[in-house]
């Protein structure tokens, strides 16, 4: 789910994308919830009531009315509490409010009911990866790709990679962000990512490269833009660094990164 976030510390990224990420997760859950219900369905009506509910929660969850949301997940999850979707839809808009200890909960009961899924996996792994658990959270990603009808390993590499970085493990965040990209070239999480990798790593010219390779492919969020004003200070391109400043403040006034441009100019 896409998007990026900062790391907790505001030095790297994390992929999950946690909300563009979730919500590539949320529309593959809504599209299964629909073929669900179109199709033949042998599981009986409780499982065609946690489909449906899941469904609707999901709609109501992204225009933003999380109540009705959590009205209708509870209503899935009293209905069939195995289904794997239901929960993790819950777990996403606990997440959203700030619950994260109930969306623990419910990201552990969602992999229950079914361990082997590709977007549990990845799902789970990001939660776990937020809240501290690198070494758990990497066997959640790394079981994700054993999934054959997973059909994004390179986001659950990069968010290997990412969670590597955010410990400070360099070496092995290159590893699975440059499987990531070896999958596909362009995704810009794991463009990113190399490009703050590099900037640890105070390889600019590498990471300035990846940063180009980013804006070719994908809109600048505050995290990148403050990156690429790094990379660009490092490399003492005092004109660069300013235009990317400025831009920051520009485009994304209220942001923590473009108060700490600011109180960079008056340092």
Not at 97 to 102: H, S, V
Not at 198 to 208: G, H, I, P, V
Not at 221 to 229: D, E, K
Not at 247 to 255: H, K, Q, V, Y
Request: aromatic fraction near 8%; proline fraction near 4%; include cysteine.
């Amino acid at each position: 789910m896409n998007k990026t976030l900062r790391m907790a510390g505001g030095k790297h990224w994390r992929s999950l994308p946690i909300l563009p990420l979730l919500a590539l997760a949320c529309m593959a859950l809504l599209n299964a919830c629909v073929s669900a219900q179109t199709g033949p369905d042998e599981r009986g009506e409780s499982r065609k009531s946690a489909e449906f509910n899941t469904s609707l929660g999901l709609e109501y969850m992204n225009r933003g009315q999380f109540e009705v949301a959590l009205g209708k997940l509870k209503k899935a999850l009293s209905a069939d509490p195995d289904y794997a979707p239901a929960q993790t839809v819950t777990a996403i808009l606990y997440e959203r409010i700030g619950e994260d200890a109930l969306a623990g909960k419910h990201y552990q009961k969602a992999y229950e009911a079914d361990p082997d899924d590709g977007d549990v996996n990845n799902n789970y792994g990001t939660y776990l990866c937020k809240t501290g658990n690198k070494a758990k959270a990497i066997g959640h990603f790394m079981k994700a790709l054993d999934d054959p009808f997973y059909s994004t390993p390179a986001v659950a590499l990069t968010n290997a990679g990412s969670c590597a970085l955010g410990e400070g493990e360099l070496a092995e965040a290159d590893g699975y962000l440059r499987r990531a990209l070896k999958i596909q070239a362009d995704f810009p999480d794991a463009l990113i990512n190399m490009a703050d990798l590099n900037f640890e790593k105070q390889s600019y010219l590498t990471a300035r490269a990846f940063i180009q390779r980013y804006e070719a492919v994908a809109n600048h969020t505050p995290s990148s833009l403050m990156l690429a004003f790094r990379v660009e200070a490092a490399l003492g391109d005092e004109q660069s660094a300013v235009e990317y400043r400025r831009t920051l403040e520009a485009r994304f006034p209220d942001s923590e990164e473009a108060d700490e441009a600011r109180r960079s100019r008056s340092q």
